[in-house]
Protein backbone atom coordinates (compact mmCIF):
# COMPACT_ATOMS: atom_id res chain seq x y z
CA UNK A 1 0.00 0.00 0.00
CA UNK A 2 1.06 3.38 -0.38
CA UNK A 3 2.22 5.43 2.16
CA UNK A 4 0.76 8.61 3.32
CA UNK A 5 2.47 11.55 4.36
CA UNK A 6 2.12 12.51 8.59
CA UNK A 7 4.85 15.16 8.51
CA UNK A 8 3.13 18.28 7.06
CA UNK A 9 4.17 21.81 7.39
CA UNK A 10 2.14 24.29 9.28
CA UNK A 11 -0.72 26.16 7.39
CA UNK A 12 0.03 23.52 4.25
CA UNK A 13 -3.38 23.79 1.73
CA UNK A 14 -4.90 20.77 0.62
CA UNK A 15 -3.77 19.42 -2.40
CA UNK A 16 -6.37 19.02 -5.40
CA UNK A 17 -6.37 16.41 -7.50
CA UNK A 18 -8.13 15.07 -10.61
CA UNK A 19 -10.23 12.07 -9.22
CA UNK A 20 -12.12 10.18 -11.31
CA UNK A 21 -16.19 10.22 -9.48
CA UNK A 22 -18.41 8.10 -11.08
CA UNK A 23 -21.56 10.49 -12.01
CA UNK A 24 -24.03 7.63 -10.95
CA UNK A 25 -25.33 8.07 -7.34
CA UNK A 26 -24.27 5.02 -5.43
CA UNK A 27 -26.14 7.15 -2.19
CA UNK A 28 -29.74 9.13 -2.82
CA UNK A 29 -32.47 10.64 -0.79
CA UNK A 30 -35.06 12.44 -1.88
CA UNK A 31 -37.64 14.03 0.18
CA UNK A 32 -35.96 13.99 3.59
CA UNK A 33 -38.20 14.84 6.34
CA UNK A 34 -37.17 14.53 10.18
CA UNK A 35 -39.12 16.08 13.19
CA UNK A 36 -37.84 16.28 16.81
CA UNK A 37 -41.53 17.09 18.55
CA UNK A 38 -42.54 19.95 17.15
CA UNK A 39 -39.02 21.00 15.83
CA UNK A 40 -39.05 20.21 11.91
CA UNK A 41 -35.04 19.21 11.63
CA UNK A 42 -35.41 18.14 7.88
CA UNK A 43 -37.46 19.74 5.27
CA UNK A 44 -38.08 17.86 2.17
CA UNK A 45 -34.21 17.58 1.61
CA UNK A 46 -32.61 15.85 -1.91
CA UNK A 47 -29.34 14.64 -1.94
CA UNK A 48 -27.08 12.42 -4.03
CA UNK A 49 -23.71 11.06 -3.68
CA UNK A 50 -21.95 9.61 -6.21
CA UNK A 51 -19.28 6.44 -5.62
CA UNK A 52 -15.71 8.24 -4.96
CA UNK A 53 -16.69 11.83 -4.28
CA UNK A 54 -16.17 13.82 -1.29
CA UNK A 55 -19.17 15.93 -0.43
CA UNK A 56 -19.04 18.65 2.54
CA UNK A 57 -22.25 19.34 3.91
CA UNK A 58 -22.05 22.71 5.71
CA UNK A 59 -24.35 25.18 7.67
CA UNK A 60 -24.65 27.02 11.20
CA UNK A 61 -25.25 25.00 14.12
CA UNK A 62 -29.00 23.46 14.28
CA UNK A 63 -29.26 23.59 10.68
CA UNK A 64 -29.77 20.39 10.38
CA UNK A 65 -26.70 19.04 8.80
CA UNK A 66 -26.21 16.26 11.46
CA UNK A 67 -29.44 15.01 11.41
CA UNK A 68 -29.22 14.93 7.87
CA UNK A 69 -26.08 12.74 8.24
CA UNK A 70 -27.85 10.45 10.50
CA UNK A 71 -30.65 9.99 8.28
CA UNK A 72 -28.66 9.33 5.13
CA UNK A 73 -26.44 6.59 7.13
CA UNK A 74 -29.72 4.66 8.45
CA UNK A 75 -28.75 5.97 12.09
CA UNK A 76 -32.22 7.73 12.35
CA UNK A 77 -35.19 6.61 10.41
CA UNK A 78 -36.60 9.62 8.44
CA UNK A 79 -40.77 10.93 9.13
CA UNK A 80 -40.93 10.80 5.32
CA UNK A 81 -38.95 10.47 2.21
CA UNK A 82 -36.36 7.81 0.97
CA UNK A 83 -32.63 6.90 1.15
CA UNK A 84 -31.19 4.62 -1.64
CA UNK A 85 -28.04 2.84 -1.56
CA UNK A 86 -27.19 1.65 -4.84
CA UNK A 87 -31.04 2.15 -5.92
CA UNK A 88 -32.47 -0.15 -2.42
CA UNK A 89 -34.20 1.39 -0.24
CA UNK A 90 -32.60 1.34 3.09
CA UNK A 91 -34.66 3.88 5.31
CA UNK A 92 -37.40 1.43 5.71
CA UNK A 93 -35.11 -1.71 7.35
CA UNK A 94 -35.83 -2.62 10.47
CA UNK A 95 -33.16 -1.85 13.13
CA UNK A 96 -30.56 -5.15 12.62
CA UNK A 97 -30.94 -4.56 8.74
CA UNK A 98 -29.53 -1.06 9.78
CA UNK A 99 -26.91 -2.18 11.92
CA UNK A 100 -25.48 -5.09 9.77
CA UNK A 101 -25.51 -2.43 6.72
CA UNK A 102 -23.50 0.45 8.89
CA UNK A 103 -21.46 -2.26 9.98
CA UNK A 104 -20.45 -3.81 6.36
CA UNK A 105 -21.26 -0.75 3.77
CA UNK A 106 -20.80 2.71 6.44
CA UNK A 107 -17.94 3.87 8.01
CA UNK A 108 -18.12 6.56 10.57
CA UNK A 109 -15.61 9.29 11.98
CA UNK A 110 -17.26 11.39 14.44
CA UNK A 111 -15.58 14.79 16.28
CA UNK A 112 -13.97 13.28 19.76
CA UNK A 113 -13.34 9.95 17.61
CA UNK A 114 -15.48 7.72 20.26
CA UNK A 115 -13.03 5.41 20.89
CA UNK A 116 -12.96 2.60 23.34
CA UNK A 117 -10.91 3.56 25.93
CA UNK A 118 -10.22 0.56 27.42
CA UNK A 119 -8.79 -0.89 24.15
CA UNK A 120 -5.53 -0.08 22.44
CA UNK A 121 -5.04 2.02 19.53
CA UNK A 122 -4.53 -1.44 17.32
CA UNK A 123 -7.94 -3.36 18.71
CA UNK A 124 -9.89 0.10 18.39
CA UNK A 125 -9.30 -0.01 14.59
CA UNK A 126 -9.88 -3.89 14.12
CA UNK A 127 -13.38 -3.35 15.96
CA UNK A 128 -15.30 -3.54 12.55
CA UNK A 129 -13.70 -6.84 11.48
CA UNK A 130 -13.57 -8.51 14.98
CA UNK A 131 -17.58 -7.59 15.10
CA UNK A 132 -17.72 -9.02 11.64
CA UNK A 133 -16.23 -11.94 12.16
CA UNK A 134 -13.12 -12.33 11.43
CA UNK A 135 -10.37 -13.70 12.98
CA UNK A 136 -8.50 -11.97 16.03
CA UNK A 137 -5.05 -12.19 14.08
CA UNK A 138 -6.10 -11.84 10.36
CA UNK A 139 -8.28 -8.35 12.10
CA UNK A 140 -4.96 -6.98 13.97
CA UNK A 141 -2.67 -7.66 11.30
CA UNK A 142 -4.61 -5.37 8.83
CA UNK A 143 -5.03 -3.10 11.52
CA UNK A 144 -1.62 -2.77 11.95
CA UNK A 145 -1.01 -2.07 8.51
CA UNK A 146 -3.93 0.78 8.22
CA UNK A 147 -2.06 2.34 11.41
CA UNK A 148 1.45 1.98 9.80
CA UNK A 149 -0.26 3.57 6.56
CA UNK A 150 -1.51 6.19 8.32
CA UNK A 151 1.95 7.03 10.39
CA UNK A 152 0.92 5.60 14.11
CA UNK A 153 3.52 2.71 13.86
CA UNK A 154 4.85 1.59 16.77
CA UNK A 155 1.86 3.23 18.93
CA UNK A 156 -0.39 0.41 18.18
CA UNK A 157 -0.04 -0.27 21.90
CA UNK A 158 -1.41 2.92 23.20
CA UNK A 159 -4.65 3.62 24.55
CA UNK A 160 -6.36 6.30 23.39
CA UNK A 161 -5.94 8.54 26.59
CA UNK A 162 -2.03 7.89 25.80
CA UNK A 163 -2.81 9.60 22.35
CA UNK A 164 -3.00 12.82 20.99
CA UNK A 165 -6.12 14.16 19.51
CA UNK A 166 -4.39 14.08 16.10
CA UNK A 167 -3.39 10.28 16.67
CA UNK A 168 -6.64 9.41 18.35
CA UNK A 169 -8.44 10.60 15.36
CA UNK A 170 -6.43 8.99 12.85
CA UNK A 171 -7.02 5.92 14.98
CA UNK A 172 -10.78 6.60 14.21
CA UNK A 173 -10.24 6.85 10.56
CA UNK A 174 -8.70 3.32 10.18
CA UNK A 175 -11.73 2.19 12.12
CA UNK A 176 -13.83 3.59 9.26
CA UNK A 177 -12.06 2.74 6.38
CA UNK A 178 -10.72 -1.04 7.66
CA UNK A 179 -14.04 -2.93 6.44
CA UNK A 180 -13.83 -1.62 3.03
CA UNK A 181 -17.11 0.57 3.28
CA UNK A 182 -19.11 2.10 0.45
CA UNK A 183 -19.62 5.32 2.25
CA UNK A 184 -17.72 7.30 5.35
CA UNK A 185 -19.74 9.29 7.13
CA UNK A 186 -17.45 11.95 9.09
CA UNK A 187 -19.30 14.40 11.73
CA UNK A 188 -17.20 17.57 12.04
CA UNK A 189 -13.53 15.22 12.82
CA UNK A 190 -11.48 18.26 13.11
CA UNK A 191 -13.76 19.54 15.32
CA UNK A 192 -11.41 18.68 18.36
CA UNK A 193 -8.13 19.93 17.05
CA UNK A 194 -5.93 22.61 16.49
CA UNK A 195 -5.21 23.82 13.04
CA UNK A 196 -1.86 21.81 12.21
CA UNK A 197 -3.86 18.50 13.61
CA UNK A 198 -6.78 19.14 11.68
CA UNK A 199 -4.93 19.71 8.36
CA UNK A 200 -2.47 16.42 9.14
CA UNK A 201 -5.78 14.28 10.11
CA UNK A 202 -7.77 15.78 6.41
CA UNK A 203 -4.93 15.15 4.07
CA UNK A 204 -4.31 11.46 5.70
CA UNK A 205 -8.02 10.94 5.76
CA UNK A 206 -9.12 12.08 2.11
CA UNK A 207 -5.99 10.58 0.41
CA UNK A 208 -6.82 7.18 2.40
CA UNK A 209 -10.61 7.77 0.87
CA UNK A 210 -9.52 8.79 -2.50
CA UNK A 211 -6.63 5.88 -2.98
CA UNK A 212 -9.84 3.36 -1.72
CA UNK A 213 -12.33 4.51 -4.12
CA UNK A 214 -14.51 5.05 -0.82
CA UNK A 215 -17.40 7.85 -0.86
CA UNK A 216 -17.39 10.81 1.95
CA UNK A 217 -19.67 12.17 3.46
CA UNK A 218 -18.36 15.30 5.33
CA UNK A 219 -20.07 17.38 7.75
CA UNK A 220 -17.97 20.89 8.58
CA UNK A 221 -18.90 24.15 9.62
CA UNK A 222 -15.18 25.08 8.70
CA UNK A 223 -14.39 26.64 5.22
CA UNK A 224 -10.81 24.97 5.71
CA UNK A 225 -12.12 21.72 6.06
CA UNK A 226 -15.05 21.67 3.22
CA UNK A 227 -11.67 22.96 0.60
CA UNK A 228 -11.02 18.92 0.62
CA UNK A 229 -14.30 18.17 -0.77
CA UNK A 230 -15.40 18.14 -4.52
CA UNK A 231 -18.47 19.75 -3.81
CA UNK A 232 -20.32 21.59 -1.25
CA UNK A 233 -23.69 21.97 0.15
CA UNK A 234 -25.11 24.21 2.47
CA UNK A 235 -28.14 23.46 4.76
CA UNK A 236 -30.19 25.91 6.05
CA UNK A 237 -33.56 25.72 8.69
CA UNK A 238 -33.29 22.15 7.42
CA UNK A 239 -33.38 22.82 3.64
CA UNK A 240 -30.10 22.97 1.38
CA UNK A 241 -29.85 26.04 0.36
CA UNK A 242 -27.05 26.07 -2.65
CA UNK A 243 -23.49 26.76 -2.53
CA UNK A 244 -21.34 27.58 0.53
CA UNK A 245 -20.32 30.66 1.21
CA UNK A 246 -18.49 33.01 3.78
CA UNK A 247 -20.01 33.13 7.26
CA UNK A 248 -21.43 29.68 7.56
CA UNK A 249 -18.59 29.02 10.01
Given amino acids: MTALRSDLEPHTAPVTRAVAVDPRPTLEATGLVKRFGQTEALRGVDVALSAGE?????????????????????????????????????????????????????GFVFQFGQLVPELPAVENAALPLLLNGQSRSSAIEAAEVWLDRLGLGGLEGRRPGELSGGQAQRVAIARALIAGPRIVFADEPT?????????QV?????????????????????????????????????????AAREGDQ
Avoid at 78 to 106: C, H, K, N
Avoid at 225 to 240: K, S, T
Fill in 54 to 106: ILAVMGPSGSGKSTLLHCLAGILAPDAGEVRLDGQRIDDLGETARSRLRRTAF
Fill in 191 to 199: GSLDSLAGE
Fill in 202 to 242: MNQFTEAARTEGVAVVLVTHEPRVAAYADREIVVRDGRISG
